[in-house]
């Protein structure tokens, strides 16, 4: 798929957008793999979310960050987006108190 039929699935579905931004080269983001193939954190996801893991070296990433106006610090990072394609940082700042509170041992 690309972008835009995920977010015509998302208005479908009525669902936020999580948007994965990685390089297949990137070894930090090939860390993420085990944790997203696993079926809870899948079935999670899946339920609350459309996701999309969108390569950041792909003229689909450098055409979409750019009109969204997004500059990418670092990969991987996790973006979400309501249905509309509008940046929601409520999401990421829930999931970056989540891993403090709660960090995996």
Sequence with gaps: GNLRSVFDLAKAQNKPVFIEAYSPECHVCQAF???FSQKI???IFNKYFISYQLDVDTEEAHGF??????WLPSI???LF???NIIFN???CIILRLLNVLQ???
Aim: proline share 12%; aromatic share 12%.
């Design 33 to 35: 793999k085990p944790t």
């Design 41 to 43: 954190v899948g079935d």
């Design 65 to 70: 960050f750019g009109k969204q106006n997004i």
């Design 76 to 78: 991987p990072t996790l």
């Design 81 to 83: 987006f309501d249905k």
């Design 89 to 91: 940082a409520t999401f």
């Design 103 to 105: 960090p995996q041992s």
